[in-house]
């Protein structure tokens, strides 16, 4: 009996999320991307492949990322959410095992996702930004990672790539 009143309200959860943007991202994805020679990158080509799904209760959208790249391949997870109360989407991503995360809030409007951050060394701030666009059938996505030292009077372009929807 307990088990019967539970699956409606998580058919809602789940129709619910099958309508957030953050919906997009969900399946298997390949990238391949060309990083630039920069104070916060090296030149090199990389791809990777993602997968994305919801957790059992709809709640969170869950990524798991192995990327190849010159250093060898890693392993990359990202955590996305909703936050009906200030209604923003933030992530949180953990960028190789063992390594300290890293998260925020993203813009989303329509199919474009912006996740923004900033770090501090030796008393001097540097913005980053990751911007991914969908297209409108939702089966790929560009992106562009780029970081500001002048408060993002200019930026400079560390990553460019391509993400496409795997079919099978």
Known sequence: MVAAALWPA????QARH???????????????AHMNDTAFSKAQEVTAKLSCSWTGDH?????DQIITDAR????????YSYNPD?????YSTIPSPGMPGMGGKMEVEGHRFVYSGSSEQNGKK?????????SAAGDSYTFVAEFSTDEGAHW????EGTTKKKTT
Do not use: I
């Open 10 to 13: 998580s058919g809602l959860a």
């Open 18 to 32: 099958e309508e957030s943007p953050l919906a997009l991202y969900q399946g298997r994805w390949t990238s391949t």
């Open 59 to 63: 709640e969170f959208l869950v990524c």
């Open 72 to 79: 060898g391949t890693h392993s990359q997870l990202t955590v």
């Open 86 to 90: 200030d209604k923003s989407y933030r």
């Open 126 to 134: 540097t913005l980053f930004r990751t911007t991914n666009l969908f």
């Open 156 to 159: 400079t372009k560390m990553v």
